[in-house]
């Protein structure tokens, strides 16, 4: 399993960070794969990487339960941000050429997933902190998983600023949730604290980097794999014997 790595530090399960995306087709007889997936909207290797995961799901008819947990890639972002190239120089040591290459193989991988990214000169990176409130709220609402997607889409496709509480509760209200409640949301900051420890909780059990999906509670599989990786991942997953799942 050259893919995966054992995850033995799960030893809980905080409300707090719960949110589940049932497959329809579920059965009380099938076993269903648990996933946890640690990400940020603000890497283009977390939505690539979901979509393959999903094709390969959808592909294999793999009964599941995902949840989406929170990471910073850069916490100390500041409102403004910063234009992604610069920030892409100055955190990795990235030549332009380097850059362009990358954005070449990114916009590639999106499509073949069905993912647009659009890179311009003046697209820039933006702190996240209110985009996990916001969606720490939306899990109430049932509806994390289609903020999710359409904070990836409002980023990268459409270069959207998701510093600005405005935009977000304008994406959230755009999928059907109430603006008001969304800006009043990210106004009071009330759910600043729970998006703290969640961000801590998985820090403290070695996430460094996302996106990390962690399967059934025990096997981490980080990055982007690719739909055929993931693919011969579930294989081998569902061939394992089943383990008790903690308890809540």
Same mark, same amino acid.
């Given at each position: 399993? &050259?893919?995966?790595?054992?995850?033995?530090?799960?030893?809980?399960?905080?409300?707090? /960070?719960?949110?589940?995306?049932?497959?329809?087709?579920?059965?009380?007889?099938?076993?269903? /794969?648990?996933?946890?997936?640690?990400? &940020?909207?603000?890497?283009?290797?977390?939505?690539?990487?979901?979509?393959? /995961?999903?094709?390969?799901?959808? %592909?294999?008819?793999?009964?599941?339960?995902?949840?989406?947990?929170?990471?910073? /890639?850069?916490?100390?972002?500041?409102? !403004?941000?910063?234009?992604?190239?610069?920030?892409?120089? !100055?955190?990795?040591?990235?030549?332009?050429?380097?850059?362009?290459?990358? #954005?070449?193989?990114?916009?590639?991988?999106? =499509?073949?997933?069905?993912?647009?990214? #659009?890179?311009?000169?003046?697209?820039?990176?933006?702190?996240?902190?209110?985009?996990?409130?916001?969606?720490?709220?939306? &899990?109430?609402?049932?509806?994390?998983?289609?903020?999710?997607?359409?904070?990836?889409? =409002?980023?990268?496709?459409?270069? #959207?600023?998701?510093?600005?509480? =405005?935009?977000?509760?304008?994406?959230?209200? !755009?999928?059907?949730? &109430?603006?008001? !409640?969304?800006?009043?949301?990210?106004?009071?900051?009330?759910? =600043?604290?729970?998006?703290?420890?969640?961000?801590?909780?998985?820090?403290? #059990?070695?996430?460094?980097?996302?996106? %990390?999906?962690?399967?059934?509670?025990?096997?981490?599989?980080?990055?982007?794999?690719?739909?055929?990786?993931?693919?011969?991942?579930?294989?081998?997953?569902? %061939?394992?014997?089943?383990? %008790?799942?903690?308890?809540?």
């Amino acid at each position: 399993m &050259d893919h995966i790595h054992d995850f033995r530090p799960w030893l809980r399960r905080a409300s707090s /960070l719960r949110m589940t995306m049932k497959d329809p087709t579920m059965t009380e007889s099938t076993p269903t /794969l648990q996933i946890d997936i640690v990400s &940020d909207v603000m890497c283009p290797w977390c939505v690539i990487g979901y979509r393959q /995961l999903a094709t390969a799901l959808e %592909a294999t008819g793999t009964p599941h339960e995902i949840r989406w947990h929170p990471f910073e /890639l850069n916490p100390g972002m500041p409102p !403004e941000g910063q234009n992604v190239r610069e920030h892409v120089a !100055e955190k990795y040591g990235a030549t332009k050429q380097q850059s362009d290459a990358s #954005r070449i193989r990114m916009t590639q991988a999106g =499509a073949d997933v069905g993912f647009e990214f #659009r890179y311009t000169d003046d697209m820039r990176m933006h702190n996240t902190f209110d985009t996990h409130q916001l969606l720490h709220w939306a &899990d109430r609402h049932g509806r994390k998983h289609d903020l999710k997607m359409a904070l990836f889409a =409002a980023h990268f496709t459409h270069g #959207r600023n998701l510093s600005d509480q =405005a935009v977000l509760a304008d994406v959230a209200a !755009e999928i059907g949730l &109430d603006r008001a !409640e969304a800006l009043a949301v990210l106004q009071d900051q009330r759910f =600043a604290d729970t998006v703290r420890q969640a961000e801590q909780f998985w820090i403290e #059990r070695g996430i460094q980097g996302v996106p %990390a999906v962690i399967f059934n509670h025990r096997h981490l599989v980080s990055g982007a794999q690719g739909v055929e990786n993931y693919r011969s991942i579930l294989a081998q997953l569902s %061939a394992m014997p089943q383990e %008790a799942t903690p308890s809540p």
